[in-house]
Structures are given as structure tokens and as C-alpha cells.
């Protein structure tokens, strides 16, 4: 209300000042016809009349307008927050199973390595009773079987962390990852059959 007051209040100001500006003006060229005082006096009535009548069917639409926008801003900040919140949790979910898995990779490969130990030990033992000539072949063996027990050990250990890495994806993946690499599987094989 004061901001229709004071709006009241200049184009009434502004009136007084034109009339004066027209009426000096008007001694120089007859003066100010009743008719340019009228048509003065109403259209600034019809301003007014506008501004009243925009201001009270404007005022509440445009105030809820700002008040839902700032609240569904709110809204959103909220969302994104707690959207952040569960990013860092899953970040550190994954983290913690990146340290598990290193673990029992590390794990499994002790297994092995100790089982390899126990098997070697064992054929050196029976080498040991063997003639120089079966001696020679037994190294011949250990070595063999030493190169067998690590490529089983690496692949095995590929397999557990294939089964692993699947397992995790599974949980993790989206579906825009799997748009993603269906698309680069698709791009490499066009680039093998272009080759």
C-alpha cells in the first residue's frame, strides 16, 4: 500500500509540474486549453486505475509464484544433499570392498604359493632318494609343475576376481554404463572386422 502511495504521489507531482511546464509554456502560446488539462487529468486517472487494478490481481500470483519457486529450489538443494550423502556412502561401501577384495586375492594367493611350497618340498624329497639321472628329471618335473601350479594359480585367481569384479558390477552398474560399454564393445568389434 505504501508503494501505491507513493506512486500516487509522483504522477500527481508529475501532473502539477507538467501543468506548470504547460502553462509557462501556454503564456508564451495562449496558455493551456481545458481540453489538454482534461485529457492530462485523465489519463493519469487511467494510469492509476491500472496500476491499482494490476497490483490487486497480480500481487498474490506472482508472490505464490516466488514463494513455490523458491520452495521447490529448497527442495531440490535437499534431494541433491541426501543424493550426495548416498554417493559418499556408496563411495565408501566400495572402498571398503576394493580393501576386502585385496585381501582375499592376497589370501588366496598365500594359499597357493604355500601349497606350491609343500608340493616342491615333497618332490624334493622323493628326488633326493632317486639316482643323479632321476634326479635330473625330477628337477625337470618341479620345474614343469611349478609353471603349471602358477598358471593354474593365475587363472584361477582370474577367475575368482572376474567372479568378484561381475558381482560387484552387478550391484554398481547402471543402466546408462551398460549403454556405455555395449558401445565400446560394439566400436571395437567394428574396428577388428574393418581390419
Known amino acids: 500500500m505504501k508503494r501505491l502511495f507513493i506512486l ?5 507531482g508529475l501532473f502539477y509540474f507538467v501543468s506548470l511546464g504547460l502553462a509557462a509554456e501556454g503564456e508564451a502560446s495562449h496558455g493551456v486549453t ?16 491500472l496500476i491499482i487494478i494490476l497490483y490487486k490481481l497480480l500481487k498474490k500470483p506472482v508472490v505464490n509464484f516466488f514463494k513455490n519457486r523458491k520452495e521447490n529450489i529448497l527442495k531440490e538443494y535437499e534431494e541433491l544433499l541426501a543424493k550426495k550423502k548416498e ?26 604359493v604355500e601349497q606350491g611350497i609343500k608340493e616342491k618340498e615333497r618332490i624334493l624329497e622323493e628326488a633326493q632318494l632317486q639316482a643323479k639321472r632321476i634326479k635330473e628329471q ?13 598358471e593354474r594359480l ?3 585367481l582370474a577367475e575368482e576376481a572376474v567372479k568378484l569384479a561381475e558381482e ?24 577388428r572386422s574393418l581390419n
Not at 625330477?138 to 601350479?149: D, P, S, T, V
Open 138 to 150: 625330477a628337477q625337470l618335473y618341479i620345474a614343469q609343475e611349478m609353471e603349471k601350479a602358477k
Open 34 to 49: 481545458p481540453s489538454q488539462i482534461r485529457n492530462l487529468i485523465w489519463w493519469t486517472v487511467n494510469f492509476i486505475a
Open 154 to 156: 593365475k587363472f584361477e
Open 87 to 112: 554417493a559418499e556412502a556408496k563411495y565408501l561401501e566400495l572402498q571398503e570392498k576394493i580393501k576386502n577384495l585385496k585381501a582375499e586375492a592376497e589370501a588366496i594367493y598365500q594359499n597357493y
Open 168 to 191: 560387484i558390477l552387478r550391484k554398481n552398474i547402471t543402466p546408462e554404463d551398460q549403454k556405455r560399454v555395449f558401445k565400446e564393445v560394439l566400436e571395437q568389434i567394428k574396428g
Open 8 to 12: 500516487l504521489s509522483f504522477f500527481l
